[in-house]
């Protein structure tokens, strides 16, 4: 049986029909609806392509499948899928966080669809591997993954202020608590998993395109030297410090985030920084 793609990961297209097409991917626990301080700043100039991952928001959670999403490669097919669906040529692909990677994945996949890549609080591992170093331990991995598998709720409440960032705004905090909430536990057990074990390191030196890397000055889940690891590994990019805390800066300095994109947007050829 044939999938329904739009159905699948409730694929919503808006801006400028015909325009350059801006593909949004959310990180996880979260959905399309984390882009709605960013992704209509682009409306006027460029077609908006958002959806959500399978088991996240308003997707299909009856295509989950845990053979096809044991990797992130799973996650990539899709958003290769969407854009075949779509027919897009030349799309920007902006990912966040886990789907900074899964991007990197996706245009790979499928280069005659993608023209730039935009990696927002990327990080290819966050298991330390000397002299890398990912922010996490195993054991802290281990600990974090024995949490969320005992008390997922327990967890996301716990979680929230840590990954937001932002002890001054806590109606932040309690936003990403709720998005946590609203994503199937199960699905979001594995995810974890399949995020927090992943070692992508190898797949960002295969990355043809153009890339933008935005890393928060102070983030607790992806620290600077990560963005930097990242940046230097990747052919072609360019790095943009913001000065902004947390892992989410498209709910916290949404400003910032908009303004970096369209300037990379504008650069024909991105020079390295």
Request: aromatic share 6%; hydrophobic share 40%; glycine share 8%.
């Amino acid at each position: 049986m044939d999938v329904d793609v739009r159905t699948r990961n409730r694929v919503t297209v808006s801006g400028r029909a015909g325009a350059r097409p801006l593909i949004f991917a959310h990180g996880f626990g979260c959905d399309q609806d984390m882009w709605r301080l960013v992704a209509p700043a682009f409306a006027e100039d460029h077609q908006l392509v958002l959806f959500d991952h399978v088991g996240a928001g308003g997707s299909d959670l009856s295509a989950w499948n845990r053979v096809r999403y044991a990797t992130l490669e799973g996650y990539a097919q899709d958003i290769v899928e969407i854009a075949d669906e779509l027919d897009l040529t030349g799309a920007v692909l902006i990912g966040h966080s886990v789907s900074a990677i899964i991007g990197v994945l996706a245009v790979t996949r499928a280069p005659h669809r993608f023209s730039q890549l935009v990696l927002v609080s990327p990080s290819p591992r966050y298991i330390d591997d000397p002299p890398y170093r990912g922010g996490f331990s195993e054991a802290d991995i281990d600990e974090l993954l024995e949490s969320l598998d005992s008390n997922y709720l327990g967890w996301s409440g716990a979680m929230a202020p840590v990954i937001m960032g932002n002890p001054d705004r806590p109606e932040l905090s309690d936003e990403l608590t709720n998005s946590f909430c609203r994503t199937d536990p199960e699905i979001a057990r594995h995810f974890a998993r399949v995020t927090f074990t992943s070692d992508n390191r190898d797949d960002l030196g295969r990355v043809q395109l153009p890339s933008l890397v935005l890393q928060c000055r102070h983030d607790a889940i992806a620290a600077v030297e990560v963005g930097r690891y990242v940046h230097d590994s990747l052919g072609d990019s360019r790095l943009v410090i913001l000065e902004a805390a947390g892992h989410c800066p498209q709910l916290s300095a949404p400003d910032q985030v908009v303004s970096a994109i369209r300037e990379f947007l504008a650069s024909s050829v991105p020079s390295r920084s």
